[in-house]
């Protein structure tokens, strides 16, 4: 059976190698497709559950991206007084305030890319929150102890690795997941640590004689309120706290989770053209392929196949066709993928979450099962038909040697 | 009653295309080792004849009989299994799979019958003893008529069935290459099958154990039927007698 299978696909070498290219390609692109849509969607929800917080403050002066800023903070050397925490804390229906103290970027040249490495102070709340998102996460961090993103220190961001910062040197606390962020260059450390090394840059003295002691400044608030519906009350009276702005995480998220949801929707409906489309040309050929050689499937009844075996034959070429097809699919799909992966990434403000090897499995034996089950869908109609058919009448009209 | 030795009857058999009744009445009987011819005009139905006793095509009405059991009350599964393993059938164009070679080929109702392996060696053999030894990898569009139809006999008794059913299998074919091919039929019974053959030509035909002819839709015994000749016969007479003049030689693969 097998033989005559593969005797047969041969034959049609050029037919079968479109049947398995066109197969391939659609295997590939909803491969990909699906993986680039999950992916973005976890990443979301990763950035949702990093910023951890309804609002943002900082001060009036920052001029920030708050799409950025969401996920990382404020990326700006501007300050606003310590103080000011205090009173956030006091407004009514604020659960919790984090304050983050902002010291500096550092350019790293490395590689040949140019990134930015910013170096911030969180407070210990916040460490524990970024702890859980971590498979290496640690609850606390000692002064001299830092979290490094997930695309800083490779190989060598191990707990306890040594790092010199501006002329210290620190230990690695733990490494954060990738997440296609900010956060993925930015090293986090202890808010007075933060502040101690950004009094002693020379750099920077300057910002101190205007704005006072770094003891005394903070860069950004971050807010959580008690209930949502509170939000616009509480953002209002954030507002006149003094010189501050205040960012809705909300709305700003909703806004950027609404332009990415467009982006998922345009990816998965591409997908899905792609897939309908090669669904259909895949019917329409395995059922004109079955049609068109009836008077071998004839000539197989009449040699002493039963239906169901002829059933079996028919079907068993468009597994072996649409199967080849999947495998030859899937690399092509990840090549795509891992493509619009580094698209992706090199605009790092894209929350984006690399895919699990259970995501992998499921999105590739999602691909693979449905262009199978289609293949056999497509090729077992006109397969009973064909068997159905006398042998006698129908090998009259096919065309065999 | 069907006895032990009748291995394939067709009773009060009729089969109609459209409006045209092609078999009236047609009833036949064959025991295993028994030879039989069938001449008749063409069109009169002697493939549709074969066709039904072969189990490829059903009958309108009437029964036909294989090995003690009625077929038309048989399941798809068990009439398959029958025309596997108790009919050769020669198709008259030849109807080899052009993308097998010629050994798989041959090998065909094996590989259905799922003992494709079992049976290499005997196709071999086959092909050998009908001088197409050399030609097992050949596919089937580099050979000739005669070697083609000489596979597709191969093919047909390639799981020893108890019945050759061969229609008009020296048609288009020389005298020689024709003679070969009905010396190797007609030496079948012998070797226990029995061969139901149809053809065109008197003098292979007058070689069977029963010699019948088709005409109007009925059987008639052919040496009754035969006095007034057919067009067909007129032709055979043309065609000298093939059989005569080849027997005692040897088959060979020459073209
Ligand atoms: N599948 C078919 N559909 C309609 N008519 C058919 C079919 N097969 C055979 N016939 C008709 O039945 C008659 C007998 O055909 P056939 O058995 O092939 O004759 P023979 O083999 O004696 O030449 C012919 O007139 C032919 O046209
Ligand atoms: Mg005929």
New binding site residues.
């Given amino acids: 059976m097998i033989r005559l299978i593969l005797a047969g696909l041969l034959r049609r070498r050029w037919q079968s190698t479109a049947t398995i290219l066109a197969v391939g390609l659609g295997v590939g692109l909803l491969f990909a497709a699906v993986l680039l849509q999950r992916g973005l969607q976890q990443g979301l929800e990763l950035g949702r559950q990093r910023l951890g917080a309804d609002l943002l403050v900082v001060p009036a002066t920052a001029i920030v991206d708050p799409d950025r800023a969401l996920f990382a903070g404020s990326p700006l050397n501007v300050y606003m007084d310590r103080g000011l925490g205090d009173k956030v804390k006091a407004i009514p229906g604020v659960r919790r305030t984090e304050t983050q103290f902002f010291t500096q970027s550092l350019r790293l040249e490395c590689c040949s890319v140019d990134t930015e490495i910013r170096l911030v102070g969180i407070e210990a709340g916040v460490v524990s929150r970024l702890a859980a998102m971590s498979r290496e996460g640690v609850p606390s961090l000692q002064s001299d102890e830092v979290i490094v993103g997930g695309r800083l220190l490779g190989g060598v961001g191990k707990r306890g690795s040594l790092v010199e910062l501006l002329g210290g040197i620190f230990k690695v606390g733990f490494r954060l997941e990738p997440s296609g962020t900010a956060l993925d260059y930015s090293i986090l450390m202890p808010i007075d640590t933060a502040r101690k090394i950004a009094g002693k840059s020379e750099a920077l003295q300057f910002l101190w004689k205007e704005a006072g002691r770094p003891e005394n400044l903070i860069s950004a608030i971050l807010v959580e309120v008690e209930s949502e519906g509170d939000i616009p009350r509480i953002a209002e009276e954030l507002e006149r706290i003094g010189p501050v702005k205040v960012i809705r995480a909300g709305e700003t998220f909703q806004r950027f989770k609404k332009l990415t949801d467009a982006f998922i929707l345009v990816l998965a409906a591409a997908g899905a053209i792609t897939a309908i489309g090669g669904i259909v040309y895949l019917v329409s050929h395995f059922a004109s392929v079955a049609w068109d050689r009836k008077g071998e499937w004839a000539l197989y009844r009449a040699l002493g196949a039963s239906r169901s075996r002829t059933v079996a034959f028919v079907v068993g070429e468009a597994v072996v066709l649409s199967g080849s097809g999947a495998i030859v699919g899937l690399p092509l799909g990840y090549a795509f993928f891992c493509w619009g992966l580094s698209r992706l990434a090199a605009q790092n403000a894209f929350p984006f979450v690399p895919p699990s090897a259970e995501l992998l499995a499921v999105a590739a034996s999602l691909a693979v099962v449905l262009y199978v089950l289609v293949g056999i869908a497509s090729a077992a109609v006109p397969a009973v038909k064909v068997a159905r058919l006398e042998p ?2 129908t090998m ?1 009209q096919g065309d065999i040697d | 009653m069907v006895s032990a030795t009748t291995f394939l009857e067709a009773r009060g058999v009729r089969r109609s ?2 409006t ?1 009744p ?1 078999l009236r009445d047609v009833n036949l009987c064959i025991r295993s080792g028994e030879s039989v011819s069938i001449t ?12 039904i006793l072969a189990l490829l095509l059903k009958p309108d009405a009437g029964e036909v009989w294989v090995a003690g059991s009625e077929t038309s009350s048989l399941s798809d599964r068990e009439r398959s299994r029958l025309r596997n393993q108790f009919f050769g059938y020669v198709f ?1 164009a030849t109807h080899l799979v052009g993308s097998l070679p010629v050994l798989d080929n041959v090998l065909v109702p094996a590989l259905i019958a799922g003992s494709g392996r079992g049976r290499r060696d005997y196709a071999r053999s086959l092909l050998a003893g009908l001088g197409l030894g050399n030609r097992e990898n050949h596919l089937p569009h580099m050979l000739s008529l005669g070697q083609r139809r000489r596979v597709a006999l191969a093919r047909a008794l390639v799981l020893e069935p108890p019945f050759i059913l061969a ?2 299998p020296t048609n288009d074919l020389d005298p020689r290459r024709a003679g070969q091919i009905a010396e190797f039929l007609l030496g079948l019974p012998a070797r226990g099958h029995a061969l139901v053959i ?1 053809t065109h030509d008197r003098a292979l035909a007058n070689e069977a154990d029963i010699r019948l002819d ?1 005409h109007d839709g009925v059987l008639r015994d052919a040496a009754e039927s035969s006095d007034e000749p057919s067009v067909d016969e007129t032709e055979a007479a043309v065609l000298h007698d093939p059989f005569a003049r080849v027997r005692g030689t040897t088959l060979d693969d020459q073209q």
């Fill in positions: 006698a009448l009259a | 295309f459209g045209d092609i008749g005009p063409s069109g009169s139905g002697k493939t549709t004849l074969l066709s008259q229609d008009e149809v088709l």
